[in-house]
């Protein structure tokens, strides 16, 4: 049965000889013995113990009890609650699992049919208990779950086994694929989650999270940052994993009609697009070293006397054509500096982008330099030159 594991053992020589009797092909043996090893356990490995000479001693004397309980495979999002020592982690495992790390217990495991793709923890503003937590799952779905009673005291497993329950408190599908990405907005008032399906879905936060509506974005969603408090605009930045980088407004609930559409298409919007440059550079480069020479030479014709390098001359080449990387630099993190500032760190590289009605750009690369164009689709919204 499903969940269920047994591990049975068989006489080989019994199955070696055993012949059907009839035209079936088939034979029913009955196993030797067998061992039921529990519910919601899966056996990937076993191996055989080999006597050397050396005496055997059977372990075995009482029914297998489960020492612990994990993720299989790689954990795909952690959350840490506001106020107490919860955390709550999930996996392409379909589960999500509460923990105490003061008193390092596992408290809860939550199963589902799919497997968490993101988690974030609601902030205070949201929830002043600190209890709820939200999860996307790789069909697009999103679930709110509730902590009933977290305030545990550090040291105190044997009471948070039967404190802590669950509950399940809201279920929506905004997206088509994969959630990759979830951010409450500071002030608590919109929710937003991102996916795989290039697209942003907002939602205003009141007794239930209502849909406000959705916009696209150039590529699938790899991260979502809102602008701190102290920004005077709430801002969201939506980092893609192509390379582009959109920031928007928080969508205000009454300025967007769903009766007909959840699609929001009046939302002001900024696009960066970062793509190398460093075949750029290194063309100038040569350009320049190319009118050196050219330069060294006509001095020389004219009987004139120049200090140079003793060096070969260079047999005459095409300069190099400019090439830019079909798949640009990943994007991996990024977050608001100050207003109208963001940083952004890339595969190799980490720069200072600066936006918001500035007409200049500041890079700060520690790799091969890039350069970022910026451009809107809206006449309202600012952008670089």
């Not at 999002?77 to 105490?100: C, E, K, N, Q, W």
């Not at 809201?170 to 996916?195: C, I, M, N, R």
């Not at 928007?248 to 900024?270: M, R, S």
């Not at 970062?274 to 020479?293: G, H, M, V």
Request: proline content about 7%; some cysteine; glycine content about 6%.
């Amino acid at each position: 049965n499903r969940g269920k594991l047994k591990e049975k053992m068989w006489n080989f020589e019994t199955v070696d000889t055993a012949d059907s009797v009839d035209s079936t092909g088939l034979v029913e043996i009955e196993p030797m013995n067998e061992l039921w090893l529990g519910k919601n356990v899966s056996l990937n490995f076993m191996t055989k113990i080999l006597d050397h000479g050396h005496p055997n001693w059977r372990a075995q004397t009482h029914d297998p009890e489960c020492v612990c309980t994990f993720h299989s495979g790689g954990i795909e999002a952690v959350g840490v609650s506001p106020f107490t020592h919860l955390m709550a982690t999930t996996a392409l495992d379909r589960s999500v699992r509460i923990y105490d790390f003061g008193s390092n217990t596992q408290l809860r495991v939550i199963k589902f049919k799919q497997g968490g793709t993101a988690l974030t923890w609601a902030p205070a503003v949201v929830n002043p208990e600190g209890g709820q937590i939200a999860v996307g799952f790789e069909d697009g779905v999103v679930r709110i779950i509730e902590v009933y009673d977290p305030k545990l005291l550090p040291h105190q497993e044997e009471e948070a086994h039967e404190i802590v329950e669950i509950n399940l408190k809201q279920v929506f599908k905004p997206h088509g694929a994969a959630v990759t990405a979830l951010a409450y907005e500071p002030k608590g008032d919109v929710f937003a989650t991102g996916s795989k399906d290039k697209t942003v879905f907002f939602f205003a936060i009141e007794d239930e999270y209502k849909p406000i509506g959705f916009i696209s974005v150039p590529g699938p969603v790899q991260a979502l940052y809102w602008s701190p408090p102290s920004h005077d605009k709430s801002t969201l930045l939506i980092l893609c994993e192509n390379g582009f980088v959109v920031q928007v407004p928080a969508p205000l609930p009454e300025e967007h009609d769903t009766a007909t559409t959840y699609h929001i298409k009046n939302l002001p919007t900024q696009y960066f697009h970062f793509c190398s440059i460093k075949s750029q550079i290194k063309r100038e480069k040569e350009q320049k070293e190319k009118a050196r020479l050219e330069w060294i030479k006509q001095q020389k014709e004219m009987g004139l006397e120049v200090e140079e390098t003793e060096e070969e001359e260079p047999e005459e080449e095409p300069l190099p054509d400019i090439y830019i990387p079909e798949e640009p630099s990943p994007i991996l993190c990024g977050f608001y500096s100050a207003p109208g500032k963001f940083w952004l760190s890339l595969v190799n590289q980490f720069l200072l982008c600066i936006d918001d009605n500035s007409t200049t750009l500041d890079c700060r690369t520690l790799g091969e330099p890039l350069e970022v164009p910026a451009y809107s689709d809206h006449q309202n919204s600012s952008s670089l030159s």
